[in-house]
């Protein structure tokens, strides 16, 4: 099922400090994952790279972008290794890409 609609915001970080710069993470179609223009991740590679980002201190705050035909499960895997690796509320989503 693919995730559609319109545009939406939906933060979880209401503490995220507001000079810093997000960091995108984009959910490509086939469930994998592209930080900025960074190469593609699967969900193990995934984790790996929130490991790093938990050494940084504070943690840099995700802006999680799903294309419009990612499928819902896609997402609902990101949002769990974030939740599994315990990142903390520095994460939500913006919208669909299209």
Do not use: W
Request: hydrophobic share 45%; proline share 6%; charged share 20%.
């Amino acid at each position: 099922m693919a995730v559609m609609g319109a545009a939406f915001v939906f933060s979880l970080a209401s503490n995220c400090d507001a000079e810093s710069m997000p960091l995108n993470l984009n959910i490509l179609p086939n469930g994998h994952v592209r930080f900025e223009n960074g190469p593609e991740l699967d969900q193990h590679a995934l984790r790996a790279k929130i490991e790093n980002l938990m050494r940084t201190e504070p943690h840099p705050y995700i802006r999680i972008v799903p294309d419009r035909h990612a499928s819902y499960d896609a997402v609902a895997k990101v949002l769990r290794a974030f939740q599994q690796m315990n990142y903390g509320a520095h994460f939500g989503f913006t919208g669909i890409s299209k």
